[in-house]
């Protein structure tokens, strides 16, 4: 079984703080699937409550477990990279 590490004081009130206030969808998710690890509810349990995957689950609480609360601030990226430089466009 998988379980997020010990949280500490100070971001059980943040991810508690996210959940209850948070404007941002997907923050407010993830806050809710670490506070439920944290809580030892287990992970198809945690899936089934939040109709994620059980992968996607588990993605969550390892990139929690390793960048703490950073993790929960999407990751946007990708797309392809630009043709021009900003000088050329100029």
């Known amino acids: 079984m998988i379980f997020v590490r010990d949280l500490t004081t100070k971001e059980g009130n943040q991810l508690r ?3 209850r206030k948070g404007s941002h969808p997907v923050k407010v998710r993830r806050a809710m699937v670490i506070l439920a ?3 030892k ?3 198809p349990n945690i ?6 995957s059980e992968d996607h689950v588990r993605r969550l609480i390892h990139r929690f477990n390793k960048e ?6 999407p990751r946007y990226g990708g797309g392809r990279p630009r043709t021009f430089t900003p000088e050329q466009r100029a």
């Open 17 to 19: 703080h996210i959940i």
């Open 47 to 52: 899936a089934r409550l939040y109709h994620l």
């Open 41 to 43: 509810m287990t992970v």
């Open 37 to 39: 690890s944290a809580q």
């Open 68 to 73: 703490g609360m950073k993790s929960l601030h």
